[in-house]
């Protein structure tokens, strides 16, 4: 059984009638960047996430043709339980939806990836704070000037997410961070955003979260899902369906445990 | 709150009272390697995990000289939770024991990986017969000559476990242990033993498993967690500890659904 305000999330979530951003939604369950594509192009793309570990934490596969996904949730539907979805169609059409039932294909693969949301709750947790925390928004994005291993037609910069953390703080949350490797883990870089080919903080992903850093805190900088969504756009399939920025999918699992979930 | 079948197995391992392995106990949740090791090896050891990641998939990453993983269980503690234990101290003397408390060092980082334990439960309830199954014993396990990629003082041979499987259930088995990247995921060869450099499949490990293969079967492997222990045996800490094989860390996670457990 699950703790009936996860079950009421998903419930929601289900029926289109959460169709925002999951930060801070579920704290302590572990979210997750989701990829569908054809079978086809499975194998080499669960190999870039393996030779990719850090941006592209592997936490299941689906069997092909079947949108359930029983190791991350009894019931969980990958074709309706993402509060937010985009079908890239024949290397043109954008689809943004809320439920992808009729365009499910039985040739296709679910892939779930780790997500930097898993950890913010216990960032919080352990006081330190995240101003983007709490109103359903994310931190924002950048592309880096560091390739990622390549794997067949699966290639790209890697994406960091970055937040701002006062100095006194810094050696905690790299400390709790570190605890996660399946939410991308440590942070991959600190304090100077020109040396991972980022020359403006302001200059971050459009449409993935906001950049919250201020003057009085050390910009540090994760590995991040998005990366993923560059070596798809690389590889540029005929049909892939991802989630919408921010809109993750959350699971049963529980990357951190929280007394108050 | 833990089923009460999980929290009397973890209470029993807790206070000695079952040292045994710990193949098909609490079917379902998700088993898992352990390796303890000084601060000073750790970012190495990591590394080691992601630059090989289908044997050494990383669930967990503790905190220095912090012995609970509250991602994995509530209360959860590495000191006595796995049911035996295996020292390496001083570069030649090995302990056997039940409880590391003793042992502990404010340096300690303990980290945790995959385990194919975890997918067996899976394969059954799917009809796979495995015939190693239900008695808590382990499959056999092999030292191939397919190398792994070093990170520091950590490399080694790749280690795999078999399973004899007849033919018809081998495409169904590898589709059901694709699902599961966290515990190896799909095998890495199936049928070949000399081409991974096995000569002989009653050449396994000492001391890890029983070759339970038959003549009609055919053998499939997948990438085994005990090469990590190979990778910190070249390494060669002062001191460091593991499981002792097959005598796994239960974790309070599901890695497969099951009704019955």
């Known amino acids: ?139 924002a994005a950048y592309v880096t000037s560091i390739p990622t291993e390549p794997v067949g037609p699966f290639k790209g910069a890697l994406v960091v997410s970055m937040r701002g953390i006062k100095e006194k703080y810094i050696e905690k949350t790299v400390e709790i961070t570190e605890r996660y490797p399946l939410s991308h883990g440590g942070p991959i870089h600190i304090g100077a955003p020109e040396e991972i080919g980022i020359s403006n903080l302001n200059d971050h992903i459009d449409g993935i979260g906001i950049n919250y850093w201020e003057q009085d805190e050390i910009p540090m900088f994760w590995a991040c899902g998005v990366t993923s969504q560059i070596a798809l756009k690389n590889a540029n399939p005929d049909i892939y369906i991802i989630h919408a920025p921010g809109h993750m999918l959350i699971t049963d699992r529980q990357a951190y445990k929280n007394e108050n979930s």
Chains 1, 2 share one sequence.
Not at 57 to 82: H, K
Not at 94 to 100: A, K, N, P, V
Request: net charge negative; hydrophobic share 35%.
């Open 1 to 139: 059984m699950l703790p009936t305000r996860l079950q009421n999330i998903r419930t929601q979530i289900r029926h289109g009638e959460w169709t925002g951003t999951t930060g801070s939604l579920a704290p302590g369950y572990e979210q997750a960047n989701i990829v569908i594509l054809p079978e086809n192009l499975a194998d080499d793309f669960e190999e870039y996430c393996h030779r990719n570990p850090r941006p592209c934490p592997l936490l299941a596969r689906g069997s092909v043709g079947d949108p359930f996904l029983p190791c991350l949730g009894d019931d969980l539907d990958i074709r309706s339980d993402v509060p937010r979805y985009r079908i890239f169609l024949h290397k043109k059409i954008t689809i943004e939806t809320t439920d992808i039932s009729k365009y499910w294909q039985k040739d296709f693969v679910t892939f779930v990836l780790g997500c930097s949301l898993s950890f913010e709750a216990a960032l919080m947790n352990e006081n330190i704070p995240l101003r983007h925390y709490g109103n359903h928004t994310t931190c």
